[in-house]
């Protein structure tokens, strides 16, 4: 939203972009389901603060300001324009009832409308509500995920390079668990976002 200065801080918010924009994840980690993982925020301070506030106070007006920063961004915008489609993290019925809003959803559809990539949202369903994975631990988050996610309509995603977009990566249990269940349809790669 403003000029980002030598330490990648954006004058105008002071939020502080992530340095390590594009972390590849190597081919031989076996309990890695997706090949790619695009950061653009470290989860701290005024970063995490506005995330909370998209995704717990009713600010579902931020994703507007997510999207700018990603796809300002060169070399984010070219490896997202590497991939098919793209599939925001889908949340359960109840927890979308609450919110009135997916939190992913909104920034995938701000991404495909501006790079022209279709967007799938009812492809990757979750059937479950479950206990928030922020109030977990690190093991309890890989349980506490497993067989929430089905996949609608497979031939949609066959031999296609996914972008999943999800709003906060931390121990990486959901992206893998959603990548797990989107590699079972054959897809091409996933990357996640």
Do not use: H, W
Not at 129 to 156: D, F, H, P, T
């Amino acid at each position: 939203c403003g000029k980002i200065d030598s330490n990648s801080i954006c004058k105008k918010c002071e939020i502080k972009l992530n340095k390590e924009i594009n972390v590849e994840i190597e081919n031989n980690i076996t309990s890695r389901y997706f090949k790619e993982l695009i950061t653009m925020f470290k989860y701290e301070g005024i970063i995490r603060k506005i995330i909370l506030d998209y995704k717990f106070n009713e600010k579902s007006y931020t994703y507007l300001t997510f999207t700018k920063f990603i796809l300002k961004n060169k070399n984010v915008f070219e490896k997202i324009k590497s991939y098919d489609t793209i599939i925001p993290v889908p949340i359960s019925k109840k927890r979308y009832k609450e919110r009135g809003y997916n939190q992913s959803y909104l920034i995938a559809k701000e991404i495909a409308k501006n790079t022209d990539l279709e967007i799938l949202n009812n492809c990757l369903i979750k059937t479950k509500n479950i206990i928030e994975q922020s109030k977990l631990n690190k093991e309890e988050r890989k349980i506490n995920i497993q067989g929430v996610y089905e996949i609608k309509n497979s031939a949609l995603i066959k031999n296609k390079k996914i972008l999943l977009i999800d709003d906060i990566y931390t121990t990486g249990s959901t992206v893998n668990e959603c990548s797990k269940i989107l590699n079972k349809e054959k897809t091409n790669k996933i990357g996640v976002l």
